[in-house]
């Protein structure tokens, strides 16, 4: 599977952006896509995942303030992300596995995004 991340930029606090990962190539079903980030000087971490049958879970940090979906017919998955925080700039990943992987196996290159007034 092939991934291209698109969507970062530069957003005020408490503005919002919508990442989008495109995947081509062959794609397993069932499946989980993700979206990781990583700030400078931090591990990397799950944002949040989405499996092809439906389930998405959120780190605790963006609950209720980001939303994973996909759009299958278009192997495309999206981040929205509301509400944005200094706390969430960040290099973003988007990933992808067969639901039986216990590791994402794909990964798109990372998108930039800048929370800063």
């Known amino acids: 599977v092939q991934l291209q991340a698109s969507g970062g930029g530069l957003v005020q606090p408490g503005g919002s952006l919508r990442l989008s990962c495109a995947a081509s190539?062959?794609?397993?079903?069932?499946?989980?896509m993700g979206w990781h980030r990583q700030a400078p000087g931090k591990p990397r971490e799950l944002v949040a995942a989405?499996?092809?049958?439906?389930?998405?879970t959120y780190a605790d940090s963006v609950k209720g303030r980001f939303t994973i979906s996909r759009d299958s017919a278009k192997n495309t998955v999206y981040l929205q992300m509301n509400s944005l925080k200094p706390e969430d700039t960040a290099v973003y990943y988007c990933?992808?596995?067969?639901?039986?992987?216990?590791?994402?196996?794909?990964w798109g290159q990372g998108t930039l995004v800048t929370v800063s007034s």
């Open positions: 990933a992808s596995k067969r639901a039986w992987d216990t590791i994402f196996t794909s």
């Open positions: 190539g062959i794609i397993f079903s069932p499946n989980v």
């Open positions: 989405g499996h092809s049958d439906g389930w998405t």
